[in-house]
């Protein structure tokens, strides 16, 4: 993008010099007949054709560039967004533990209405009674949440390998540390995002602590995608 917008101000100054040196030229015509001022005046206005190709081709450079660099902020917070949903959902699932002194549930649902193993487009949670982690008849949903596609995926990985999120009446979690991770659909490290959960509930979001461009997760090593 950098070197398209260069180039950009490169030709703008070249088409400003060519009109500054048609403008002279103009001047210099002027002692001719009245016919002959107009018909140089007409030359010397126009527009070439190899102005309007370097146009073209500019403009092309400008979108060939622009537009991945706009698909790639658009996964940016479509991601960020989903992951401070669940972030919010997991504090909302805290204090309702404590509040009731049950267990609450928190999993990922396509339809809202059930517990599945996707993440990306929603969540679901609820009054687990029976601690079993799949929503009862007798069980009561305090909240659902939806987000758009990240244009990726989102997985939760923690301790003893559950597909659920639980919360005791402490506010802990079930023995759960872990994270959530999205990677983009493109497999790129560099635009993964991850919300770190420890055991004891508390939450934050992984940082870029040494500059590298991609961020450490739970463990301190940079986050890979598969």
């Given at each position: 993008?950098?070197r ?7 030709l703008q ?9 048609n ?7 002027v ?18 054709l190899v102005?309007?190709?370097?146009c073209v081709?500019v403009?092309a ?5 622009g537009?991945?660099?706009l698909?790639?902020l658009?996964?940016?917070?479509r991601?960020?967004?989903a992951?401070?949903?669940i ?11 404590i ?25 679901l949670?609820?009054k ?46 079930r023995?759960q ?23 004891t ?6 940082r ?17 995608c598969?």
């Amino acid at each position: 993008m950098k070197r398209a917008m260069a180039l950009l101000k490169t030709l703008q100054h070249w088409t400003d010099q060519r009109k500054t040196t048609n403008s002279g030229l103009l001047k210099e015509s002027v002692t001719t007949t009245n016919t002959d001022t107009v018909r140089t005046a007409k030359h010397s206005t126009g527009t070439s054709l190899v102005e309007i190709l370097i146009c073209v081709f500019v403009l092309a450079l400008l979108l060939r560039t622009g537009i991945p660099d706009l698909l790639a902020l658009v996964t940016a917070t479509r991601s960020q967004s989903a992951l401070t949903t669940i972030h919010d959902a997991i504090l909302l699932a805290r204090s309702q533990a404590i509040l009731d002194r049950t267990t609450v549930t928190v999993c990922g649902s396509d339809d809202q209405l059930r517990c599945g193993r996707n993440w990306n487009t929603g969540l679901l949670l609820f009054k687990d009674t029976d601690s079993d982690g799949s929503l009862g008849e007798n069980e009561t949903v305090i909240a659902t949440k939806s987000w758009l596609d990240p244009q990726g995926n989102i997985r939760w990985r923690a301790f003893q390998n559950r597909r659920v999120l639980q919360l005791g009446s402490t506010g802990f979690t079930r023995h759960q540390n872990g994270n959530f991770t999205f990677c983009p659909a493109n497999g790129n490290a560099r635009e993964a995002r991850q919300l770190v959960v420890s055991r004891t509930a508390r939450l934050r979001f992984a940082r870029d602590s040494d500059g590298d461009g991609m961020i450490e997760g739970s463990n301190g090593k940079p986050v890979t995608c598969p």
